[in-house]
């Protein structure tokens, strides 16, 4: 597993599809702040729940300079139906090898229900305007995380 990046440190590029297969990499981004999100799987309570409360929180965020952009190993068309149900409009971007997710040490071992799994572990990553980390957060709750996120942004 990839040693778990730190704030300076550079933000691994990458170009994956989004919910409608069109390519975004993380150099398309650049000049603005980023928050890149890794959850397990579309449709799912936890996964739901945060990215819900990332669409809520979304006019706040894109008023303060920062775009979100979500990651899953979900495939394009699972991604499409996701953001159609829940009303998302920012990018969801599948990752279904996960060499992204483990270029961000987003996937690897983790606890779930006391047992030890290999699976996406919930990460969220703060990138500034010039592409480097500027704070990782890693295994986060998917509640209660979007608000801590926007304390962190003073918004």
Not at 34 to 61: H, I, N, R, W
Not at 77 to 100: H, M, N
């Amino acid at each position: 597993m990839t040693d778990r990046l730190q704030a300076g440190d550079p933000a691994p590029e990458f170009e994956l599809p989004d919910a409608d297969g069109v390519p975004v990499s993380l150099a398309s981004l650049r000049g603005k702040r980023v928050v890149l999100y890794f959850y397990p799987a579309a449709m799912t309570p936890g996964c739901t729940k945060e990215s819900v409360d990332f669409q809520s929180s979304l006019a706040e965020l894109e008023a303060a300079g920062v775009t979100v952009v979500g990651v899953s190993p979900d495939a394009p068309a699972k991604l499409a139906k996701f953001r159609a149900k829940e009303g998302l409009t920012f990018p969801l971007l599948s990752d279904p090898d996960t060499k992204v997710l483990q270029a961000y040490a987003a996937y690897g071992e983790k606890k779930l229900y006391g047992r030890a799994v290999v699976g996406v572990i919930r990460s969220t990553f703060l990138i500034d305007a010039d592409g480097r980390i500027e704070k990782p957060y890693y295994n986060v709750k998917a509640t209660g995380h979007v608000e801590r996120l926007r304390r962190d942004l003073e918004i």
